[in-house]
């Protein structure tokens, strides 16, 4: 099968709703697929470069915590739960 042809069969069944690349869950053709997944892995990538391994996963401890109700900093203080924003480091 040449890959212009392979190409073609999996646009069409992206169009069908199917996911055919890994992380490009919700596109609607296989260029929006691939466009999703190479920015959610370069996203996240980034944010961790920025933020530091430490600041990247007390983030997500935030983060985690969010509810419709409240914000992540918000239900963590309500509960009494240490988020060391400390951790969180930029880089310019």
């Known amino acids: 099968m ?9 646009d069409a069944r992206a169009r069908q ?3 055919v690349v890994p992380g490009g869950t919700g596109g ?6 691939e466009h999703l997944a190479e920015g959610r892995s370069k ?9 530091g391994t430490e600041g990247y996963h007390e983030m997500g401890r935030k983060g ?9 900093g918000e239900r963590a203080e309500q ?7 400390s951790k969180f480091r930029t880089k310019n």
Request: proline share 0%; charged share 35%; hydrophobic share 20%.
């Open 2 to 10: 040449s890959s212009q042809q392979e190409k073609k069969e999996l």
């Open 17 to 19: 709703g199917e996911t």
């Open 28 to 33: 609607k053709s296989l260029e929006a697929q």
């Open 43 to 51: 996203g996240g990538q980034t944010r961790k470069e920025q933020l």
């Open 64 to 72: 985690g915590l969010s509810t419709n109700d409240a914000s992540g």
């Open 79 to 85: 509960e009494g739960i240490d988020i060391d924003e």
